[in-house]
T-cell receptor
Framework: GNSVTQMEGPVTLSEEAFLTINCTYT??????LFWYVQYPGEGLQLLLK?????DKGSNKGFEATYRKETTSFHLEKGSVQVSDSAVYFC??????????????FGKGTHLIIQP | AAGVIQSPRHLIKEKRETATLKCYPI?????VYWYQQGPGQDPQFLIS???????DKGSIPDRFSAQQFSDYHSELNMSSLELGDSALYFC???????????????FGPGTRLTVT
């Protein structure tokens, strides 16, 4: 079956530090990959996506590249801000069966940015 | 921009009672998904609908059922509630099931269900 593995944290960084959150996946087909962010008490917001190998998703200074050879989709940001503090979820949709397939999520990484 | 609307936002029920959660997708979105997120857990996919037909099924208990109506809103019906059903229930919507936009699921704010 499908699975997503990501570092669970918490990850604590100082403001303006470089961020990497690792994410690897196992899928039966050719999945699409996503990063979602969840702020306290809120729903999940789509941060970025990549739908095929070597695609790079980017948004709000965050980037992630779909690496088929290493089955990875690591999230990076060059300079984090206090407002980036949240829980980040890596997710996949393999669409092997077609239709509206549900997402498979990782366990989430709690990111804490200190001033 | 309009977002996914869920109601109620909070719900308290007792064991063995029933609950109905409602979801109103983003206008023009025809696909709805339901997820359950336990405390400190990742969201677990329950079920999805496309054009009012069930499309994919995840780890939805037999005590739960759902449907999508002609106006594309969806309801999740939960019966014989158990303490373990206490969780945040998210609805998400997307446009179609193929093409780039179909991969973008937009989540609502969730309904927090507490079973006592």
């Amino acid at each position: 079956g499908n699975s997503v593995t990501q570092m669970e944290g918490p990850v604590t960084l100082s403001e303006e530090a470089f961020l990497t959150i690792n994410c690897t996946y196992t899928a039966t087909g050719y999945p699409s990959l996503f990063w979602y962010v969840q702020y306290p008490g809120e729903g999940l917001q789509l941060l970025l996506k990549a739908t095929k190998a070597d695609d790079k998703g980017s948004n709000k200074g965050f980037e992630a590249t779909y690496r088929k050879e290493t089955t990875s989709f690591h999230l990076e940001k060059g300079s984090v801000q206090v407002s980036d503090s949240a829980v980040y979820f890596c997710a996949l949709s393999d669409r092997a069966g077609g239709g509206a397939d549900g997402l498979t999520f990782g366990k989430g990484t709690h990111l804490i940015i200190q001033p | 921009a309009a977002g996914v609307i869920q109601s109620p936002r909070h719900l308290i029920k007792e064991k063995r009672e029933t609950a109905t959660l409602k979801c109103y997708p983003i206008p023009r979105h025809d696909t709805v998904y339901w997820y359950q997120q336990g405390p400190g857990q990742d969201p677990q996919f329950l079920i999805s609908f496309y054009e009012k037909m069930q499309s994919d099924k995840g780890s939805i208990p037999d005590r739960f059922s759902a449907q999508q109506f002609s106006d594309y809103h969806s309801e999740l019906n939960m019966s014989s509630l158990e303490l373990g059903d206490s969780a945040l229930y998210f609805c998400a919507s997307s446009l179609g099931t193929s093409g780039s936009l179909a991969y973008e699921q937009y989540f609502g704010p969730g309904t927090r269900l507490t079973v006592t």
